[in-house]
């Protein structure tokens, strides 16, 4: 892709915002194990985002796509396994109830830069317009919204109820995107967006989306959404 640099640029800095706003949240846990781990788990996504800079960089995806499974399983099945390890075991449910529901609403705002990125790569024609907000996808109104969401929450200014109805469209439009970008991607099933596939996310940085933004956008709504309907809150 033959792209302007200040694009590549804005993605990577929304990135390590997103790193950096994580671990910000896993330090500031109610578990002091939390905290005393936060460090390690830190570098442990710092590793993970350097293996997936090298698997891009080396055109491990964009390379060959047809073949069956995509190897694009790569960048979203390992997160999708943690996550679902961190809800399946004892001491992940520990770790994610510990975690400040504030501060993982924040997390969020980095979809509306996501989004920008987004719409400019359409302007590029490397992602199709349906991907956009000027298309089907509407994610850009959960990063507007999360900040003020989460001085709500500081304040006391919200109730439950508000909340888990926030996070259940966060989650239906993070999912919305999601299924778009997957069937619009130059996969054997591609099924949308044939004119102008969805080729950015297989090429670095914006590989990022899928193997980390993505997981950890959906992260925060489960971990919410776990919080605000337990019948006892930590």
Same mark, same amino acid.
């Given at each position: 892709?033959?792209?302007?640099?200040?694009i590549?640029?804005?993605?990577?800095?929304?990135?390590?915002?997103?790193?950096?706003?994580?671990?910000?949240?896993?330090?500031?846990?109610?578990?002091?194990l939390?905290r005393a781990r936060?460090?390690?788990?830190?570098?442990?996504?710092?590793?993970?985002?350097?293996?997936?800079?090298?698997?891009?960089l080396?055109?491990?995806?964009?390379s060959?796509?047809?073949?069956?499974?995509?190897?694009?399983?790569?960048? %979203?099945f390992?997160?999708?396994?943690l996550?679902?390890?961190?809800f399946?075991?004892?001491?992940?449910?520990?770790? #994610?109830?510990?975690?400040?529901?504030?501060?993982?609403?924040?997390?969020?705002?980095v979809?509306?830069?996501?989004? #920008?990125?987004?719409?400019?790569?359409?302007?590029?024609?490397?992602?199709?317009?349906?991907?956009?907000?000027?298309?089907?996808?509407?994610d850009?109104?959960?990063?507007?919204?999360?900040? %003020?969401?989460a001085?709500?929450?500081l304040?006391?200014?919200?109730?439950?109820?508000?909340?888990?109805?926030?996070? #259940?469209?966060?989650?239906?439009?993070?999912?919305?995107i999601? #299924?778009?970008?997957?069937?619009?991607?130059?996969?054997?099933?591609?099924?949308?967006?044939?004119?102008?596939?969805? %080729?950015?996310?297989?090429?670095?940085?914006?590989?990022?989306?899928?193997?980390?933004?993505?997981?950890?956008?959906?992260?925060?709504?489960?971990?919410?959404?776990?919080?605000?309907?337990?019948?006892?809150?930590?």
């Open positions: 892709m033959n792209l302007a640099p200040y590549p640029f804005v993605f990577e800095l929304t990135t390590f915002a997103c790193l950096l706003f994580l671990h910000k949240t896993f330090g500031n846990a109610r578990s002091e939390v936060s460090n390690y788990i830190f570098i442990g996504l710092i590793l993970w985002l350097t293996l997936q800079m090298m698997l891009s080396s055109h491990f995806y964009s060959d796509t047809k073949v069956f499974p995509p190897k694009f399983l790569l960048l %979203i390992p997160p999708l396994l996550i679902a390890a961190l399946m075991t004892k001491s992940g449910r520990r770790f #994610i109830d510990s975690l400040p529901l504030a501060q993982l609403t924040f997390v969020n705002i979809r509306l830069p996501v989004e #920008i990125v987004l719409y400019w790569l359409f302007l590029n024609k490397a992602v199709p317009e349906l991907m956009t907000f000027s298309g089907r996808n509407f850009i109104l959960v990063g507007i919204s999360a900040p %003020i969401v001085l709500l929450i304040r006391n200014k919200i109730n439950k109820t508000a909340l888990i109805a926030w996070n #259940i469209a966060g989650l239906a439009l993070l999912l919305n999601v #299924i778009h970008a997957i069937l619009s991607a130059p996969f054997p099933f591609q099924c949308l967006a044939f004119e102008q596939p969805n %080729i950015a996310v297989l090429y670095f940085p914006f590989s990022w989306l899928p193997a980390f933004i993505v997981p950890a956008a959906l992260f925060t709504h489960l971990v919410a959404l776990r919080q605000l309907t337990r019948p006892t809150q930590v």
